[in-house]
């Protein structure tokens, strides 16, 4: 083990080495600010042509006991000269800013892994915290990692000595001192996030000049000390040529919902009521009200369903977003959506359940809830993007199926997406699709329930529309007419129309697409934000000679057209989910496919190697392998 | 591009419409007898008064029997779910300020279900004509206790009697801030059309609270003081600007005695006419006071309690849309896309 303090400062080449891949995890207090040093260092390797991916994990409380287990925040983030799909399974670096960090992450980082920690929050009070009856720094039992102990806060403070800051003002700034290390260690430019600082901090000068010495003095740090042997440098991704930004997913959906509306023509609304991880939605649809948006934070889950179906119901773009809890407070109200055949989008942003679960963790649990979550038949679309860039183009397809089709369409994601960020090629505005529908003003021959004839929609007459007047509801609309009936055939006949309306939808999204061979020993089947581990792990299987293939659904209801075709070519189907098998009850009862799944509910994304050795495992099972 | 919301068809010159104009074509389902048909017959009386053509007034409604009143209104109607009316007619407000939109609900809808949706609705002054049907009872579910209940009632629910108190409909709008606020009954046709009328002409959130018989599950509900023999001395009309004064008679009234409200005779003890208090729908502590009179202590006040004037939700809204237009210009897709930091990989990946 190297400590800082006792070595001489002198400058001295040292190596550099290049690097395919970084994974670095930022771990900390959750006030010690790791979710903006992890966000920072993204954009700047994100700016810097990286391939990156980000893993935000925090905590539900928002200061939970300074130096206790459940209040450790943690940024996971991979930068990569390659294209890469996850956040990496394990990381190459850990930044443990207090012990309670050290213990809630040192069990992910391999033996050999790069350990940076700061040797001053290891005071016995904080040791004891968390259980450690000696240091384990001293102990020898961290000699399997390269650890190097800075005192950070020491240093740090003597950096921004002299400014008119507070102690507390002074320590809050030593995430950027960690972060100025890191962009020393990885020869990545201050420059963007020292813009950062002044942009935030303009009225507040000192806390700026503050931040900035912090993240100057981490990087001379590095640059001075001698405990660094190498610096390491991960080049340029070769990414798709084009214009390039960072996005999150919860970003990518609020962006994706404008652009819906502008390609629509109609007005946005939004109603939602606040909950993790969906929130930020709003937050940013909250923003855009010079693209019409109007926004409503309503008085409860209910209510912002509620909302979105009268705006729905006058013409508009109704739109409501949750996570699942809101999902199930909203049950009623979708049933009277797709009960009066209006068009609407529902956002479920997934969090660990059930109840209030784990609200900042993600999971894929609201699967079925989506699909049955309602009193009698009441079948509703479901799209689910597979990355935070995708959320962009999946909030268009669902407004397009929700207007076309005069339907209510469940878009999920889910903490992971939501949070993590990838490098996202902008598309042109020029290229998108047009969505847009007409409103009926006919009054020849209208009836609210009489039907295209191919989609099965009903027309969209809003008020305002003169002739059209006409009264809608819960109650069961007679067939063309619309009036109330309980007509027991009549029923009967709606039931199926509603069904047949949202099956026949499966005639207009895209067939299932196989990363692979077509066929083989094993399809790895996955939806929402397995992608990239799965994508990772056949990526690996196939190199080491596997016949293992991948596809990943993005139209949950209806399925596309190709997906028994696409399963009955493998002899083995796999469903990798994080909830204990909501897809596979669906593929299994839907195609009598024998597939097997494979569930994990820890609130954390798979790791690639996970379902490496789950497929390897089935793969044994199958025996010889075909010819 | 195809024809939007903002690009509907104008409205022609509006026609002279009559009551006829707003009878739909559907059979009114009610129990006969039932006081849901007085409140109809004077909802579509006094509609053409309001200015507005038929395809631009929206009836909403949740559940129970008040909740199939807009099948029976030719204009645009949605029959929604269990309290969710007020929600409903929020998102369509927000969306379509050019509309004229009534919600109708009852008791147990408005105060129980959908208890938050309605205080909501009139805290943000959502600009929504609310009339709620008072009977007391859940009439569609054949006769359980509502929040309106009188405390001990015995119903199907409740056989050895209620032990709720009954919730204050008026108190709840007042303190909810509800812009508009007024009683009125199903029997007295007249009152209960002016009421109607200046409900219609309200700027703002319209809270009605609308005392009605269910001759089935709850007959007489309000019998006590609003029945023909004895309405006038057990029921006090409000009106703006005057004394509070009811009775037979006309010589009872309310002062008040010290920050208590008092029932006098005129012309007992001294008092005269200008002893009483005067009615203002402007002053927030007058309407509390006339939330918390009732029968028996006190005569049962009808009218207008409160009307105030101030910005509604969906002004406020498209005030906000606009203010960001008008300072940020309208918002261009491409440049939005291209928000934030960017960079460019060129041909070779560099």
């Known amino acids: 083990m190297t400590t800082a303090q006792d070595r001489p400062v002198r400058e001295r080449p040292r190596e550099e080495r290049q690097l395919d891949r970084v994974t670095i995890r930022f771990a900390g207090d959750s006030g010690d600010g790791m979710q903006l040093t992890g966000t920072q260092f993204t954009r700047t390797a994100a700016a810097f042509g990286n391939d990156i991916s980000t893993y935000p994990d925090y905590p539900a409380e928002i200061r939970a006991p300074t130096g206790s287990l459940p209040g450790v925040s ?39 892994g790069a350990l940076v920690v700061n040797v001053d929050a290891f005071t016995s009070a904080n040791l004891s915290k968390v259980g450690y009856a000696a240091s384990p720094l001293l102990d020898g039992s961290l000699s399997a990692y390269n650890v190097f102990s800075i005192p950070i806060s020491a240093l740090n403070a003597r950096a921004l000595a002299g400014l008119e800051l507070t102690n507390k003002q002074v320590d809050l700034t030593k ?23 002044d942009d935030k901090f303009s009225r507040r000068p000192v806390i700026a000049e503050g931040n900035k010495r912090a993240l100057r003095a981490g990087y001379n740090f590095g ?38 509306s502008q390609l629509a023509a109609r007005p946005l609304f939004y109603g939602s009521y606040p909950i993790t991880p969906a929130s930020e939605i709003l937050h940013q649809l909250a923003g855009y009200k010079n693209f019409g948006v ?272 696409v399963l009955r070519r493998f002899r083995r ?42 497929a390897e495992r089935v793969l044994a099972d199958l025996g010889e392998p075909l010819t | 591009m195809t024809k939007t919301v903002d690009s509907a068809p104008a409205p022609a010159p509006l026609p002279v419409l009559t009551r006829k104009d707003f009878v739909s074509d559907q059979e009114v389902r009610w129990c006969p007898g039932c006081g849901d048909y007085s409140i109809l017959a004077q909802t579509q009386k006094v509609m053409p008064d309001f200015g507005y053509a038929r395809e631009n007034i929206v009836f909403i409604s949740g559940i129970g029997c008040s909740g199939r009143l807009p099948y029976y209104m030719n204009t645009y109607g949605f029959h929604s779910i269990h309290g969710r009316a007020p929600a409903i007619a929020t998102g369509l407000r927000a969306a379509r300020p050019d509309l004229m939109v009534w919600v109708i609900t009852g008791d147990g809808d408005a105060l129980s279900i959908g208890g938050n949706h309605l205080i909501h609705s009139m805290r943000r002054n959502v600009d929504i004509k609310l009339i709620m049907f008072n009977n007391r009872i859940y009439g569609l ?93 057990r029921m006090l009309v409000l009106e703006h600007g005057k004394p509070m004064i009811y009775g037979k008679e006309r010589n009872r009234g309310i002062r008040l005695d010290g920050h208590r409200p008092q029932i006098v005779t005129i012309g007992e003890g001294g008092i005269t006419e200008a002893d009483l208090l005067i009615h203002d729908e402007s002053d927030p502590l007058l309407a509390a006071m006339l939330t918390t009179l009732y029968w028996p202590d006190f005569p049962v006040p009808v009218g207008v309690i409160r009307a105030i004037d101030r910005p509604t939700h969906s002004e406020l809204l498209v005030a906000q849309v606009e203010q960001a237009i008008a300072t940020r210009g309208k918002g261009d897709l491409a440049t939005l896309l291209a928000g934030g930091e960017t960079w460019t990989v060129t041909g070779d990946g560099a």
Request: proline share 7%; net charge negative.
């Open chain 1, 175 to 197: 995430n950027f001192f960690a972060l100025g290390l890191m962009f020393w260690l990885y020869e990545r430019s201050m420059e963007p996030t020292l813009e950062w600082i």
């Open chain 1, 294 to 565: 109007k926004t409503f934070q309503a008085e409860d889950e209910i209510a912002a369903i509620g909302s979105a179906i009268g705006a729905s119901y006058g013409g508009a773009m109704g739109m409501t977003g949750t996570s699942g809890p809101g999902v199930a407070l909203k049950s009623e109200a979708l049933g009277l959506a797709i009960m009066v055949e209006l068009p609407l989008v529902l956002i479920d942003v997934q969090r660990g359940g059930p109840s209030t679960g784990l609200p900042t963790k993600t999971e894929q649990g609201d699967l079925l809830q989506v699909m049955f979550g309602r009193n009698s038949d009441s079948p509703m679309p479901v799209v689910a993007p597979a990355t935070p860039g995708e959320c962009f183009e999946y909030a268009i397809e669902a407004w397009r199926i929700a207007l076309k089709y005069m339907t209510p369409v469940a878009f999920m994601s889910d903490a992971f997406l939501a949070n993590g960020a990838e490098p996202w090629l902008i598309p042109d505005a020029t290229t998108l699709p047009d969505i847009s529908v007409p409103n009926r003003t006919e009054k020849e021959g209208f009836y609210p329930y009489l039907r295209d004839p191919e989609t099965l929609a009903r027309p969209w007459a809003v008020p305002g529309t003169p002739g059209l007047e006409h009264r809608i509801g819960g109650l069961e609309k007679a067939d063309i007419l619309g009036n109330v009936s309980y007509d027991p055939d009549n029923h009967h006949k709606m039931m199926l129309i509603r069904e047949a309306k949202v099956a026949g939808i499966a005639r207009d999204i895209p067939p299932l697409d196989v990363m692979g061979a077509d066929e083989g020993d094993l399809l790895i089947l996955g939806w929402g934000s397995t992608y990239g581990a799965i994508r990772s792990a056949v990526e690996r299987l196939r190199d080491r000679g596997y016949s293992v293939s991948h596809a990943h659904l993005r139209h949950l209801n209806p399925f596309p057209a190709n997906t028994e075709d």
């Open chain 1, 74 to 112: 943690g940024f996971q983030l991979s930068f990569s000269s390659n294209e890469i799909h996850t956040p990496g399974d394990d990381p190459d670096v850990l930044v443990a800013m207090n012990p309670a960090a050290l213990r809630a992450n040192i069990g992910d980082l391999p033996p050999g």
């Open chain 2, 141 to 233: 579910t054949k006769g359980q206790a509502s929040p309106t209940s009188e405390y001990g009632k015995v119903t199907k629910s409740s056989p050895t009697g209620t032990i709720d108190y009954p919730i204050s409909p008026l108190g709840i709008a007042l303190a909810a801030e509800a812009s508009f606020i007024a009683r009125s009954v199903d029997t007295h046709t007249e009152h209960l059309q002016t009421t109607l009328e200046r409900a219609g002409r309200h700027h703002g959130s319209v809270f009605v609270e609308v005392l009605q018989n269910c001759n089935i599950f709850n007959d007489g509900a309000h019998r006590e003081f609003t029945d023909r023999e004895v309405r006038d001395d």
């Open chain 1, 573 to 614: 189907v796999l469903i990798p989910e994080l909830n204990l098998g909501q897809l596979v009850m669906l593929i299994r009862a839907r195609y009598l496919v024998d597939a097997i799944g494979y569930n994990r509910v820890r609130g954390k994304p798979f790791r690639i190697a996970e379902i490496e050795t789950e």
């Open chain 1, 223 to 260: 640059e001075t000390t001698e405990i660094f042997h190498e610096r390491y440098i991960v080049p340029p991704a070769r990414l798709r040529p084009g214009r390039y930004r960072s996005i999150t997913g919860n970003e990518a959906t609020a962006l994706g919902m404008v652009a819906a």
